[in-house]
């Protein structure tokens, strides 16, 4: 069972949107703090926002600040990311990220997006 799946990924025109989710399973996701990351070839993967157990704060990198949105579900176990008027330079492949207060973590398996005319 693998414990963060990620989906919503794809091809989309500059200034588009597109929403991805990070499914969990196996774990308490509620008692996690969960990202989402991105990572383009030859480079280390980039924080792009983070949300608290219950949702009552978030945290965005530079680049997604005011265009991306992250949120949870704790019922359903999932999160989610907003993402709108798509750049170019938010090409990547997105992880999901769970880490939990006694060190626990986990990581997704990535999903692909593509950001081009």
């Known amino acids: 069972q693998v414990p963060l799946v990620e989906s919503g990924g794809g091809l989309v025109q500059p200034g588009g949107s597109l929403r991805l989710s990070c499914k969990a399973s196996?774990?308490?996701?509620?008692?996690?703090?969960a990202s989402w990351y991105r990572q383009v070839p030859g480079e280390g993967r980039e924080l792009v926002a983070t949300?608290?157990?219950?949702?009552?704060?978030?945290n965005y990198g530079a680049s997604a600040k005011g265009r991306f949105t992250i949120s949870r579900d704790n019922a359903q176990s999932t999160m989610y990311l907003q993402m709108n008027n798509l750049k170019p330079e938010d090409t990547g492949v997105y992880y999901c990220y769970a880490s939990s207060e006694d060190a626990a973590t986990y990581w997704g398996q990535g999903t692909q997006v593509t950001v081009s005319s």
């Open positions: 196996g774990f308490p996701f509620s008692y996690y703090t």
């Open positions: 949300i608290t157990t219950t949702g009552s704060r978030t």
